[in-house]
């Protein structure tokens, strides 16, 4: 998931650069959105991890 992050922040940037501003805004969109999910799902796997199976 962090690897999607990273790919569509990469391509923000060269949309932004090349001058495509609809396309660096929606590409901006998928990576927040992507990041947020990932640090929700780390942050579960986390705390779960954390636990200790009951005997």
Do not use: D, Q, Y
């Not at 923000?12 to 001058?19: D, N």
């Not at 929606?26 to 990932?38: D, I, M, P, Q, T």
């Amino acid at each position: 998931m962090a690897h999607w992050t990273a790919v569509f922040s990469i391509l923000a940037v060269v949309a932004a650069i090349l001058g495509f501003g609809g396309g660096a805004a929606e590409a901006v969109g998928v990576a927040k959105a992507l990041f947020f999910v990932f640090l929700a799902l780390a942050l579960l796997s986390a705390l779960l991890g954390r636990r200790r199976p009951m005997l």
